[in-house]
């Protein structure tokens, strides 16, 4: 079935303990694009201006991402993002953040994406979130990714977003703010009560919790490397890995969404492998088996 | 084939966000028998001073541990720590350490335990550990816990211990403090380096990690519980199920050590439900493995 993200498409500039990778392709639309695509077509909601480096052709090649939602706006400037990682690289710490053309209206999602059915929510202002489930009247699965500035700064339109939406992805120091429980269980729980059906909780290098409101429960460890160069975008391409997963067979049920928890970490695992879109992008569908089956060996007993 | 454990016998006062355990039965060696006997006879070998206040018998009950290696000395303290747990309860605040009949001579080795195959050195100053090998000549699977403190101040006891054993059970903090690397990937190669064939690197609420030197991995998310009481003597009770498990097999290749990792996840998941040894002690075989199924249907696809 259909599906459609909604996101950033930025230029990054990025420092890890491998080097710099200056004015490079990011946004969390592209990762999850790049990923989902391994999967099902994809439909791309976004934003750039016109002094955007790059020519998108490029970036996606000959996958089926149609990016006919990427509006390209005169007189506006590209989102960029500046950040660092060090040590065990959990966590970005960021340096410059210009958020620029996010700050205007956001892209309108054109007439034929309207029809999407499986639909992921890049983390931005719920309201904005809010405002593209308006628009997507045929949703049946609605995803949404969030951060904790909107806990602090928009907590009333995400609560209401949550109420609108089947699962949430988040990482672990997030749920733990949302909630106001340390104990990831609990704090699945108290999302539930918001509305959401499922929740995905991250937690990079340690893998990923899905918990649904029934009460299933399936953890994931990471794919365990020794090559993560760049974890830029591993959240986004865990997350089209799953979603494109499930968009492919055409379901949301527990079962499927164990097996897309896995395809996100298979995909995830090869996004922290290089800077920005460099490893991610020359996945085909045949590395993607191999590495699940590599995760079969890692975590299967 | 035997098992042996060499730790402490201690007494506990322990604070979280669930209470105080004041006074209470605590100590390595104990919390390693208590799971490791859900799976095979343990000999215990460590020391208590004349105010040790619990009756061995009262906390042991019938359960296959031989404490004849339980030396109470005579005009001597017995071992007591007392911390806290905040947050997350990932890690331990230590308040007071009274090191006690620890200061003094080590325990030895009773005649009738020199002949114990499998061996669990819990963590204690290198020099002490590298002196129980010393005694125990016919072991033939050594496993040994650290801590960060040694590598600070006994390192070359340390780097001498590991080239004596053949497995290292540590946290991810004591990992990478140990290796000088972030990546618990190479972390665990740098480990081999210095001589054990396998590391099981311990994360807490995240489960651990079990490596081999050719390269063998496999990833075990800890048991998801809405129940976390108190985790003090969960990295033990956790080697203990682990050492167990092997024990009873009387084999220690990488399959057997892949389940030994479940059945120690298995025991530490009850460990932390409870304070001091309340859950831990309760616990029956029938309970490990209903909570071994549990743990299949939360992490296999």
Redesign the interface.
Known sequence: MSLLVTGTVAVDTVTT?FGVSEECVGGSAVFFSLAASLFTKVRLVGVIGEDYPFEIIEIFGKKPIDTSGLESRRGSKTFRWKGSYT???NEAVTELTELNVLLEAPPAVPQTFQDSEFVFLANTDPAIQNGFVDQLKSAKFVVADTMNLWLDNARGELERLLGRIDMLVLNDAEA?CLSGH?????AA?KIFDYGPKYAVIK?G???S?L?SKDGD??????F???D?VDPTGAGDSFAGGMLGYIAGKGKADFAAL??AV?MGTACASFTVEGFSINSISKVTPEMIQERVKKLKD????
Chains 1, 2 share one sequence.
């Open positions: 303990p040590g065990d690289m733990r340390s104990n990831l269980m609990l729980e937690k290098e340690h893998g919790i918990c429960v399936f953890a994931m460890p990471a365990p490397t020794r993560v164990r097996q896995v890692v975590t299967q007993w």
